[in-house]
T-cell receptor, first 112, second 112 residues
Framework: NAGVTQTPKFQVLKTGQSMTLQCAQD?????MSWYRQDPGMGLRLIHY???????DQGEVPNGYNVSRSTTEDFPLRLLSAAPSQTSVYFC???????????FGPGTRLTVT | GNSVTQMEGPVTLSEEAFLTINCTYT??????LFWYVQYPGEGLQLLLK?????DKGSNKGFEATYRKETTSFHLEKGSVQVSDSAVYFC???????????FGSGTQLTVLP
């Protein structure tokens, strides 16, 4: 049972490049989400999914796309990277009973 | 909207000192409250939680009591250890919403 896994751990992009951050969980959780963590701001929700085929926007969705074709995977796509997207990105999944969110180890992204 | 305000850091203590990290919240309805901990280079882990007024969450010597009258959920530990050095996040989940609202985090450093 690996929990929530994320790849890559580190990434450097140039402005305008695109990339996909990978997230997978092996706990059969329906709910998954993406957060970004910026200094002094805690974590902010980007997108979430309540099950395969269903996604919705969180607090800061602009510049990001998601899809959920399987229960296990929830990739986050940066369409055209900007320096403002420099951040640490965390994927999480949530158990239903008890309701607890499990976080991946994070991806540190730098956009130059 | 929902919000969490927690004590600004960084906090530096000597080993075996008493710890308090203050947390107050604003939320509609009756939220569930959590403390998450982030050790260096890792993702967030649930430390403790409380789901209704006057509940006390506890784990690893840490405690926090859900105080509805003061809208607070202060984290305490009687005797901290070097291994407690981490960032602590006060967090709430309001009603049936799946989204977590995070405080800005408090960096704790414990010196031997």
């Amino acid at each position: 049972n690996a929990g929530v896994t994320q790849t890559p751990k580190f990434q450097v992009l140039k402005t305008g490049q695109s990339m996909t951050l990978q997230c997978a969980q092996d706990m059969n959780h329906e709910y998954m989400s993406w957060y970004r963590q910026d200094p002094g701001m805690g974590l902010r929700l980007i997108h979430y999914s309540v099950g395969a085929g269903i996604t919705d926007q969180g607090e800061v969705p602009n510049g990001y796309n998601v899809s959920r074709s399987t229960t296990e995977d929830f990739p986050l796509r940066l369409l055209s990277a900007a320096p403002s997207q420099t951040s640490v990105y965390f994927c999480a999944s949530e158990s239903s009973s008890p309701i607890v969110q499990y976080f991946g180890p994070g991806t540190r992204l730098t956009v130059t | 909207g929902n919000s969490v305000t927690q004590m600004e850091g960084p906090v530096t203590l000597s080993e075996e000192a008493f710890l308090t990290i203050n947390c107050t919240y604003t939320a509609t309805g009756y939220p569930s409250l959590f403390w998450y901990v982030q050790y260096p280079g890792e993702g967030l882990q649930l430390l403790l939680k409380a789901t209704k007024a006057d509940d006390k969450g506890s784990n690893k010597g840490f405690e926090a009591t859900y105080r509805k009258e003061t809208t607070s959920f202060h984290l305490e530990k009687g005797s901290v250890q070097v291994s407690d050095s981490a960032v602590y996040f006060c967090t709430l989940k309001a009603g049936s919403a799946r989204q977590l609202t995070f405080g800005s985090g408090t960096q704790l450093t414990v010196l031997p």
